[in-house]
């Protein structure tokens, strides 16, 4: 897999194509918007299980969410949709972060 950064936009338009088991690294501070720095990483490449991989916090990211819930809300988002932009996509996303819970548009 890819260890460059990424913007959130990039993946976001993207997520379909990425492999599920993998996970969503991005910075702390959130709400993230679409020129998010981000990484698409194996969350079990790392030392300690607990930990995040040494590459994520090379960058300073965080675990945020597996690409599988990414998909997730992209897709809920899309049925509700079909039209959804990346922002309205974003937006999903934070949400989801922040409530555990698809947003409603």
Not at 74 to 103: G, K, W
Request: glycine share 2%; charged share 25%; hydrophobic share 40%.
């Amino acid at each position: 897999m890819e260890t460059d950064l990424q913007k959130l936009f990039d993946v976001i338009n993207n997520i379909d194509a990425l492999p599920w088991d993998h996970a969503l690294f991005l910075p702390k501070e959130k709400p993230w918007d679409e020129n998010a720095p981000c990484l698409i990483l194996d969350p079990n490449d790392s030392e300690q299980p607990e930990d995040d991989p040494e590459t994520a916090k090379q960058f300073g990211l965080s675990y945020a969410l597996g690409v599988q819930d990414v998909q997730d809300v992209v897709e809920n988002a899309r049925e509700q949709s079909p039209v959804v932009n990346t922002r309205e996509l974003i937006n999903a996303l934070n949400f989801y972060y922040a409530n555990d819970a698809f947003i409603e548009l």
